[in-house]
């Protein structure tokens, strides 16, 4: 079994089953990374119960899933080595992205949106050699054009896999929201990604944070004070703009930020805005239309603004996790070993009755 490692892999909807593989030998450009744990993203979940994601998110099954991942470097190639920075026995965070590095997206800083983009634990199927494309395993092939950084072994290893969270709402916050001090900051949604948009815009120096959840979300709209809200508002209990309206004394806020696919929530972010306001749409509806009043975009000059991925801003996560300024390690509610990844995927799924889980850790 020496040269054997298991993964988990998914074969069809709700059907994961452990399977042994090589372990690759990797060439000069390659790494092979010693998964140390790996959180679950509700993609994984979605994809798990059977939701078919179009376009560049779709995977093609069976499928080793897996995309929120530290570990530490096994081998490498003298290439790769150079290029990363890294050696055998670093410890280091993969993005999801692997980079065509040639055509214009991944050429003007924009790689998530590469016209041939391959991403780990995603879209790239356990069936193609060297098999271990997703981190749900003990092992995780890292192919050349990857984007791997060092990160401190100060920081617990269910904080470090948060890196990719932690990067889009830097993401949200600060390249696409454009917050600045002082300025105040609706988020949507109080998932792993709202809470991390919490923390980021707390960091940002934001003045005043509101966050927004439904009754479901007591749980993680406590821990979203601990990261820097100011307010926090069930909008089962509340209406939101009445909230809104009474936090800021009827002036509104300078940013909303809608990590909810909420359908409600999205057509509403617009009228929590002031004028000249900025609202940043990371939250996916399922091919859900929204409606909008865009007469509140033409009369109070909106701008309205689309957030995907993590690219360049997983830099300044890592900055953030090793400074331990917040406890980010809270939104880790369950840390599972990696057999037991099909109770983590229904757990992530909200389908486990009793628990509350807010990110699942699976670690080999
Ligand atoms: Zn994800
Ligand atoms: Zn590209």
């Not at 593989?21 to 450009?29: A, K, L, M, R």
């Amino acid at each position: 079994m020496l040269n054997r490692e298991l993964s988990i892999v998914l074969e069809s909807p709700r059907r994961v089953r452990p399977r042994y593989f090589d372990i690759p030998t990797v060439g000069s450009e390659g790494m092979l990374l010693k998964v140390e744990a790996v959180s679950i993203c509700g993609s994984d979940a979605e994809r798990y119960v059977g939701v078919k994601f179009g376009g560049r998110l779709s995977s093609p099954l069976p499928i080793i899933m897996g995309h929120e991942v530290v570990g530490t470097v096994d081998q490498i190639g003298v290439e790769a080595s150079k290029h990363y920075g890294v050696k055998r026995g670093d410890r280091v965070v993969v993005e999801p992205y692997i980079l065509c590095g040639r055509c214009r997206y991944c050429l003007t800083g924009y790689y998530q949106l590469c016209m041939n983009v391959r991403c780990y634990g995603i879209n790239i199927s356990c069936e193609e050699p060297p098999h271990l494309w997703g981190a749900y395993g003990q092992y995780m092939y890292v192919a050349p054009n990857s984007r791997v950084h060092k990160i401190s072994n100060s920081v617990p290893k269910e904080e470090a896999c948060l890196a990719s969270t932690i990067g889009n709402a830097f993401r949200w916050v600060c390249t696409k929201g454009d917050v600045k001090p002082g300025e105040t900051v609706a988020v949507l949604g109080p998932g792993p990604q709202g809470l991390a948009t919490v923390m980021v815009a707390h960091h940002a120096g934001a003045g005043k944070i509101i966050l927004a959840g439904t009754s479901i979300d007591r749980r993680r709209l406590r821990l979203g004070v601990e990261y820097g809200a100011d307010h926090i508002v069930n909008v089962d209990e509340k209406d939101l703009l009445e909230a809104v309206s009474d936090f800021t004394s009827g002036e509104m806020v300078d940013k909303v930020i809608c990590t909810t696919g909420s359908v409600k929530a999205i057509s509403d972010a617009i009228r929590l805005l002031k004028p000249l306001g900025v609202c940043v749409i990371p939250g996916l509806t399922g091919g859900r239309a929204v409606p909008m009043l865009t007469d509140e975009i033409v009369t109070k000059e909106l701008r309205i603004i689309g957030g995907l991925g993590q690219p360049w801003n997983v830099e300044a996560a890592i900055k953030l996790l090793e400074s331990r300024k917040y406890p980010v390690g809270k939104m880790a509610t369950h840390n599972l070993s990696l057999d037991e990844a099909d109770k983590g995927l229904r757990l992530a799924a909200q389908e486990v009755e009793g628990e509350d889980p807010i990110k699942v850790v699976l670690t080999p």
